[in-house]
């Protein structure tokens, strides 16, 4: 039997490399999308002819109803959220909206609709936010430190009681920072890829960042989909934390970014304390040894070489668009 899954957050870098996997497998794969004045499909144009897509919004219950009534699926994952972090000291209401609360509509009406889904919840290494242990773990306190982190941690834990208070199989992939040529552009590692090419082309002159001490456990988004595929695939839900177990600050982001083009950092990188946030995350570094324990879970493409894959990329995609004449801005 084909198997059907609904993924929200389908327009996203994780979204994409989901749908992807999950038709690889012979799913038959839905998409909540919403509705946008301009639709942006640069992430899953290439699927458009596989992939059936749903209107719907996460702030509004009877749309996803309806999605899951349509799709009938066998597994949801709830990718969507507002999830740049940035972003949720400008607009913390409609981030708990979506990243918190959304969580809790979605929940609702697998559990109206179709209870005996499976489901995955795009949980965050963000909710560790401040440093109480290293590596962290499934069990490490959480202390978020942006309201993006304070949404996640809702989010978190109402999945947690939807799986004890309905016996429903919910699971919450606890995820570190993952990357590909897909992120938003205003993410550190996009925005680093795509102004080292900018400047290596010749079409800008310094990169403004701002704090260059913090540190991140990288890892590829291709990776990370196959974890949250092999979670709702287990015979028990339960939650994973989703590493490299390996940590690297953002200066050393920079620097591998402009080595690779043969370029000094220190020649183009300016800190600017508009990209300075209000509160930080220091540190994070994960401990990933039960997913590799009882998933079998293990990532493939290590930090340097995410690095280069994304700087190639923009680099490749920057001359295209020359060669075509599109006016870079
Ligand atoms: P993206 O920002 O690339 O994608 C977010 C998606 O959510 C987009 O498709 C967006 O749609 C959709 N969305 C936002 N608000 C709503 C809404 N109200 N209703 C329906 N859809 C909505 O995120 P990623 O792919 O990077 O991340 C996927 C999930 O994993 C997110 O929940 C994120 O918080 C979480 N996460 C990500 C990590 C990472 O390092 N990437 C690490 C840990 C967790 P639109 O295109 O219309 O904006
Ligand atoms: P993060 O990712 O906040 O970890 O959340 P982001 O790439 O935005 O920041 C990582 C770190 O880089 C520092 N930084 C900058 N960040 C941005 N965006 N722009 C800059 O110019 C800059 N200079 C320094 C930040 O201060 C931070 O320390 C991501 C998101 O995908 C979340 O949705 C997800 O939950 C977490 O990863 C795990």
Not at 256 to 266: E, R, S, Y
Request: glycine fraction near 6%; charge should be negative.
């Amino acid at each position: 039997m084909t198997k059907r899954a609904l993924i929200t957050g389908i327009t996203g870098q994780d979204g994409s490399y989901l749908a992807e996997l999950l038709l690889s497998k012979g799913y038959k794969v839905f998409g909540l999308r919403r509705r946008t004045s301009i639709p942006i499909m640069d992430n899953i144009g290439h699927l458009k002819n596989e992939i059936e897509l749903i209107e719907g919004d996460l702030l509004d219950l009877g749309s996803l109803m309806r999605a899951v009534s349509i799709s009938d699926p066998d597994e949801v994952y709830n990718l969507a959220a507002q999830s740049f972090v940035a972003t949720s000291w400008v607009q913390p209401v409609a981030t708990a909206q979506a990243t918190g609360m959304g969580v809790t509509n979605l929940l609702e009406a697998v559990r109206l609709t179709k209870p005996e889904a499976r489901f995955y919840q795009a949980s965050s290494s963000e909710m560790f936010g401040k440093v109480l242990a290293t590596p962290q773990k499934e069990t490490t306190p959480f202390y978020p430190r942006s309201p993006y982190g304070v949404a996640k941690v809702y989010g978190h834990w109402i999945t947690v009681n939807y799986r004890e208070s309905y016996n429903m199989f919910a699971c919450s992939g606890i995820l570190f920072n993952h990357e590909s040529p897909r992120r938003g552009i205003e993410f550190v590692t996009r925005k680093v890829s795509d102004a080292v090419a900018r400047i290596k082309l010749g079409l800008q002159t310094e990169l403004r960042m701002g704090n260059l001490d913090a540190k991140r456990d990288w890892g590829f988004a291709g990776d990370y989909v196959k974890a949250m595929w092999l979670m709702l695939q287990q015979d028990k839900a339960d939650d994973f934390v989703i590493s490299t177990a390996e940590t690297h600050t953002i200066e050393e982001l920079v620097d591998i970014a402009f080595t690779h083009v043969g370029l000094d950092w220190k020649d183009y990188v300016v800190v600017d304390q508009r990209f300075v946030r209000p509160a930080e995350v220091d540190l994070l570094l994960g401990d990933c040894s039960k997913a590799k324990e009882k998933l079998g879970w293990e990532r493939e493409v290590t930090f340097e070489q995410l690095v280069k894959m994304m700087v190639d990329s923009d680099l490749a995609l920057i001359n295209e668009n020359l060669i075509k004449g599109v006016k870079i801005v």
